[in-house]
């Protein structure tokens, strides 16, 4: 099964709440869907809703908690989840119970989990939605990536963000073990729109996890305010948005109709190194200079392969 085959069915879904891209590379999924007559449910917390209402305001929402990550900003981002291992669990247990009373509340088709083990139900096809089946883990942290495994491998279908020839991810989309996978190719909402005339010189977008984002807008800051040339900078609405120096312009990412339009027009354009970026930069062609976070492997391994475009 993969997107293009689902039509007129009932379909509830849910990204996981690291930083805002599971929410981005949802975003073209659900407007595939719903070109294809599908009805759309999408469970998620308060600020991944703001987000989906610039896209559509007409869809049913669904108030449903986020994971509760809490990281301390030293990049050991093992310690962190290890840290919170039983919030973690318990949430996922509790989530497994809201996800059968939403199923029947909706008579649900179709569960379409982006990266969120608990959103399953066994009353209807459930599809979890990732680009890594294999975590960029070291050899001693090897239990993580099994079970990573086994909690996706309940799951009907495996949905990769990526080529059969894993284009854009290498190594981390690979399959070796399991049979239920489609690779259904990158999304990106930029994909929905008309190309635009470069005129921005540098756009910076902030997002990931805290403390790590704001970490990452002090240290482009500091380096835009070197520099003549116009910088905008794309922040989560919480952040200030003033800003002392003329050619520094913050915009606050509440409006990601907005912001979309101010990305498409960079001439260059400043980021983590998260997947949902490398995919968009592939659609967008713009030249860019991306970050990993401290600590956080994956990005660190798309940097390395050089997989941006």
Known sequence: MKPETISNKTI?????????????????????????ENRIIIACNESQKQIFLSYFPLLDYENHEGYPFK????????KDLFLNFFKLTKRLKLEKKEVEKLVTKYKIDVILSDH?????????????????LNLPVLRHSKLVDHIHK???????????????????????????IFENIEYIGPYSRFSLYDQQEKTIPLVVIISG???????????????????????????????????????IEIIPSSDWK???????????????????????????????ELFATKGQKEQEYLIAKNLTI
Not at 220 to 232: C, H, L, P, S, V
């Open 150 to 176: 086994k909690l996706i491998n309940p799951f009907d279908f495996i949905w990769i963000l990526d080529t059969p020839e894993s284009k854009f991810a290498g190594k981390l989309s690979r399959n070796k």
């Open 71 to 78: 990281f301390n900003g030293k990049g050991n981002f093992g």
């Open 116 to 132: 969120r083990y608990g959103f399953i139900s066994q009353k209807c096809t459930s599809i979890f939605i990732t680009h890594q």
């Open 12 to 36: 509830l879904l849910s990204p996981l709440n690291w930083g805002m891209g599971h929410v981005a590379r949802c975003v073209p999924l659900i407007h595939q869907l719903i070109q294809q």
């Open 258 to 288: 907005l912001t979309d339009n101010i990305i498409l027009k960079a001439k260059k354009i400043v980021s983590r190194s998260g997947y949902s970026t490398i995919m968009d930069l592939n659609v967008l062609e713009t030249e860019s």
């Open 209 to 247: 996890p805290e403390p790590y984002s704001k970490q990452f807008f002090k240290q482009q800051f500091e380096i835009a305010n070197k520099k003549k040339d116009k910088t905008i900078f794309i922040v989560p609405s919480h952040y200030p948005t003033k800003s002392q120096f003329e050619q």
